[in-house]
């Protein structure tokens, strides 16, 4: 039995409705959690940024797919 492993796509690189879901997404989780930024959710948790973002994606219900840029902004 072969296993294929399927990148999760670039956050950059999916369609405009789907990018719109997630940053949605990520700024509920950000207020019903009362952290200033994903950095700082990270930190405070003890998580990896990808771990945190595949957390509210999931949560979320919606596709995995790679950290946007935007999370890495300061």
Same mark, same amino acid.
């Given at each position: 039995?072969?296993?294929?492993?399927?990148?999760?796509?670039?956050?950059?690189?999916?369609?405009?409705?789907?990018?719109?879901?997630?940053?949605?997404?990520?700024?509920?989780?950000?207020?019903?959690?009362?952290?200033?930024?994903?950095?700082? @959710? *990270?930190?405070?948790?003890? &998580?990896?940024?990808?771990?945190?973002?595949?957390?509210?994606? @999931?949560?979320?219900?919606?596709?995995? *797919?790679?950290?946007? &840029?935007?999370?890495?902004?300061?």
């Amino acid at each position: 039995m072969d296993l294929k492993v399927v990148a999760a796509p670039r956050f950059e690189e999916m369609a405009p409705d789907e990018r719109a879901d997630a940053a949605r997404a990520a700024s509920r989780y950000l207020l019903a959690n009362d952290f200033a930024s994903l950095d700082e @959710a *990270c930190e405070i948790r003890g &998580l990896a940024m990808q771990d945190l973002w595949d957390e509210i994606m @999931a949560v979320a219900r919606l596709p995995a *797919c790679a950290v946007p &840029l935007f999370a890495f902004a300061t």
